[in-house]
Nanobody, 122 residues
Framework: QVQLVESGGGLVQAGGSLRLSCVVS????????MGWYRQAPGKQRELVAT???????NYADSVKGRFTISRDNAKNTVSLQMNSLKPEDTAVYYCNADLSTVTATGVTYRYWGQGTQVTVSS
């Protein structure tokens, strides 16, 4: 069984900062990509940032220069540092991990966390 648990969401004023963290646990064999997505009310889930196991990163244009994704492969964690937050960043943020388990080492699935609310007030 695999679990992704996010933390760090909350309410912040525009221009402020938050740091989200996500811990992956369970019978993990290997983790490939990890990332963060978000979903605002009435909108589709959208990519925020991703990181490969080799450390390559990708960001949505709307967050470039403000958000930084980082991961600790030894601890199976991925974080998202969010600076200069804007009201339009308000959403539920989800972490994900593309991983294989010890019982199915040759198959990679995408797992999702339960989400954490980020609210930015103007």
């Amino acid at each position: 069984q695999v679990q992704l648990v996010e933390s760090g969401g909350g309410l912040v004023q525009a221009g402020g900062s938050l740091r989200l963290s996500c811990v992956v646990s369970g019978n993990i064999f290997s983790i490939n990509g990890m990332g963060w997505y978000r979903q605002a009310p009435g909108k589709q889930r959208e990519l925020v940032a991703t990181s490969t196991s080799a450390g390559s990163t990708n960001y949505a244009d709307s967050v470039k220069g403000r958000f930084t994704i980082s991961r600790d492969n030894a601890k199976n964690t991925v974080s998202l540092q969010m600076n200069s937050l804007k009201p339009e960043d308000t959403a539920v943020y989800y972490c994900n991990a593309d991983l294989s388990t010890v019982t199915a080492t040759g198959v990679t699935y995408r797992y999702w966390g339960q989400g954490t609310q980020v609210t930015v007030s103007s």
